[in-house]
């Protein structure tokens, strides 16, 4: 009847000035999103967090031929003997039996052996990591990408972690003892700050090491079980004390060399996982791309220098 007729036109005059009325309030809202993501964009621009257009231009290779092969400690030799000597995998009771009778005890100490530090510039001390990094991210990512910087300036590595800064790897009771070790070193040195030449955005990240002050020769003390030696070999023949690092320097990284320096900027630095995509993933094509190389150079770092000590490849 009319009235139904005239009850239907009302209710369609309805449906269709709420349809305008949302059509303009999504058309609103996507230009407010546009204008929130140009200004996001430019403020990115305008952050120079960790970005500096000064800061030293990379000129050498990331991963360069070596000079030499690390002289590996007496205990890679051993390690390679066991293998030869290791059966099939334990099985489940076997596990349980090793996991009880698992030794916590300090790293036994090694012998001086007296040339460690011939042919390099000088000491490297890897002495932590971030605060937050699980055994994977900091036992290898972080290493990896700290080993091959060691590399790239003639640097020899040394591994030893003082302190519970890194929260997840750190063992009260295992890793802390009373320990100290005292040695020689010359001082004065530090890490500085460079930018990959083809990076537009100037992002920074551990460079060469520079001469801060005038150096010095000082006595150095370290503490603790150095948590490395628990689980891996070390990645060379060095022991604090070495006669031959007496008048080499010695460096460490600052927090902000590892994060974001290493964790975020660096180029050689692997990683494990997909962040969130990058804009200079384009240029590579894929993820796999942009991974292969750093597996691969990291898969070198890897062979050069780490090594899981015979309990833990038991």
């Known amino acids: 009847n009319k009235e139904t007729r005239l009850e239907a036109r009302r209710q369609r005059k309805k449906d269709q000035r709420e349809e305008a009325e949302r059509i303009k309030e999504e058309e609103q809202r996507t230009e407010a999103e546009a204008e929130s993501t140009g200004s996001k964009e430019d403020s990115e621009e305008e952050d120079m967090y960790f970005r500096d257009p000064d800061a030293n231009v990379v000129d050498w290779d990331y991963f360069p031929s070596s000079k030499h092969e690390p002289r590996r400690d007496a205990s890679w030799a051993e390690a390679v003997k066991l293998e030869s000597s290791l059966s ?42 971030d605060e937050g990094g699980a055994s994977g991210t900091v036992f290898f990512l972080f290493t990896i990408a700290m080993l091959a910087w060691a590399d790239q300036h003639n640097y020899l590595p040394w591994i030893h972690i003082e302190d519970n800064y890194t929260v997840p790897i750190w063992d009260p009771i295992v ?51 150095g948590v490395w030696e628990h689980y891996f070999l070390p990645p060379n023949d060095f022991v604090p004390g070495d006669t031959s690092c007496r008048d080499k320097p010695i460096v460490k990284m600052d927090d902000a060399h590892i994060v974001p320096g290493i964790h975020s900027n660096a180029p050689w630095a692997p ?24 597996r691969k150079n990291g898969a070198a770092v890897t062979e050069r220098y780490i090594r899981f000590n015979p309990m833990m490849e038991h």
């Open 271 to 294: 990683r494990a996982w997909r962040w969130v995509r990058p804009k200079y993933l384009d240029k590579f094509g894929s993820w796999d791309k942009w991974f292969e190389p750093q």
């Open 175 to 225: 890793h802390t003892n009373t320990n100290t070790y005292t040695f020689q070193m010359q001082k004065g040195m530090d890490i500085g700050w460079a930018r990959d030449p083809n990076d537009p955005k100037w992002h920074i990240f551990p460079g060469k090491p520079f001469l801060q002050n005038p150096l010095r020769s000082e006595e150095l003390k370290v503490y603790g079980t």
């Open 88 to 129: 099939s995998p334990p099985d489940k009771n076997e596990c349980t039996r090793f996991m009880k009778s698992v030794d916590t005890s300090p790293p036994a100490s090694r012998k001086v052996s007296g040339n460690a530090c011939e042919g390099y510039d000088g000491v490297f001390h890897i002495n932590h990591f």
